[in-house]
């Protein structure tokens, strides 16, 4: 439904990073599965912790802009590097960033969709699941980066708490992570290919090890 869309949507953050000194964290499969998420589930307000210099920001208000109906995206980092990256036009009027701890800022009601990729500590997992996770409406839908690096995170780590939250809650993940999940990475590769949409966007960062989910 939104090939054509995501096939334009590469092809300009192809160019954007060549314009920019970005240095992408998200890679390929993650920031495409945020993309059409956005684009599917199109979200009043999103939600996005941690943006480092701007890629996956970028990412998220481009599937806004691509909705064209008034989404707005919030973003918190302990830098404003991002800030000085993000073109205008994408930013625009659906963007509003905050420079601080966002453990102390004030939180936007109901946002359909959230990317966490900020401090990745069991301590901070502890936090955001339950002052941002346990108030989600129905139906909103979660990504946290750098869960699967491997076939499981680590006993004690963000990963773990996020795991141990979702099983207590009865609720199931995707991840494209080829150590976690290669049945489900391969499938995309090969969907990715036969869409010819499988030419890399960037090459900085690879494993994808994004947990997505949605809120029951």
Request: glycine residues 8%; proline residues 6%.
């Amino acid at each position: 439904m939104y090939a054509d869309d995501l096939r334009c949507a590469r092809d300009e953050q192809r160019e954007l990073l060549a314009q920019r000194p970005m240095r992408p964290r998200l890679d390929d499969v993650e920031a495409e599965i945020s993309y059409l998420t956005i684009r599917a589930l199109r979200p009043r307000t999103v939600l996005e912790i941690g943006s480092a210099r701007g890629w996956s920001t970028t990412w998220l208000l481009r599937a806004l802009h691509d909705n064209d109906d008034g989404g707005v995206l919030h973003t918190f980092d302990l830098t404003d590097d991002a800030v000085h990256t993000v073109p205008r036009f994408l930013a625009g009027d659906r963007w509003r960033f905050t420079r601080g701890d966002v453990r102390r800022g004030t939180l936007p009601e109901d946002p359909g969709f959230v990317l966490v990729d900020a401090a990745h500590t069991a301590r901070f997992a502890r936090w955001y699941t339950t002052a941002l996770f346990e108030r989600l409406r129905p139906g909103a839908a979660v990504a946290v980066h750098d869960v699967f690096h491997g076939r499981r995170p680590w006993p004690v780590s963000e990963g773990a708490v996020v795991l141990g939250w979702l099983r207590r809650h009865g609720i199931g993940h995707l991840t494209a992570s080829p150590a976690a999940d290669p049945d489900t990475h391969d499938r995309l590769v090969g969907l990715k290919q036969k869409l010819h949409l499988a030419a890399p966007v960037h090459a900085a960062a690879t494993g994808n090890p994004m947990l997505f989910f949605r809120y029951l």
